[in-house]
C-alpha cells in the first residue's frame, strides 16, 4: 500500500487544519489507518485510528476532544481535522496502514503541521 499525506501548513494557536492521506496500490488489504506525529527531539507517537470498515476510531489522550478521524472509503483517503491547535502540536505528522494483524507497516511520506502562539 501506498500512502500520500498532504495538508500540512502554518496555523496560528486556536487555528484548525484538516490532514489528507490517500492509499493506493493493494488497499484491499489495508484494516485500518492511523496517524502519527513527531515533534522534533522526540520518538514518533500516536494521534489517532479509524478500522476501515466499521467506523471504530481511537484517539491519543491528547487528541481527544480536538481531532477528529474519517475516512472516505470510495476515495481511500482518510482526514484528520484538527480543531483548537496549540504550539505542542508542531510536529511531522504521518499517514499509516495496517493489515488485519501485525502493526502499522505502511508509512506515508509526512507532513509537517507548524502551529505558532
Known amino acids: 500500500v501506498q500512502l500520500q499525506a498532504f495538508g500540512g501548513g502554518f496555523v496560528q494557536a486556536g487555528g484548525s487544519l484538516r490532514l489528507s492521506c490517500a492509499a493506493s496500490g493493494r488497499t484491499f488489504s489495508v484494516d485500518a489507518m492511523g496517524w502519527f506525529r513527531q515533534a522534533p527531539g522526540e520518538e514518533r507517537k500516536f494521534v489517532a485510528a479509524?478500522?476501515?470498515?466499521?467506523?471504530?476510531?481511537y484517539y491519543a489522550d491528547f487528541a481527544k476532544g480536538r481531532f477528529t478521524i474519517s475516512r472516505d472509503n470510495a476515495k481511500n483517503t482518510v482526514y484528520l481535522q484538527m480543531n483548537s491547535l496549540k504550539p505542542e502540536d508542531t510536529a511531522i505528522y504521518y499517514c499509516?496502514?495496517?493489515?488485519?494483524?501485525?502493526?502499522?507497516?505502511?508509512w506515508g511520506q509526512g507532513t509537517e503541521l507548524t502551529v505558532s502562539s
Open positions: 499509516a496502514a495496517k493489515g488485519t494483524t501485525g502493526t502499522f507497516r505502511s
Open positions: 479509524t478500522r476501515w470498515s466499521g467506523g471504530s476510531t
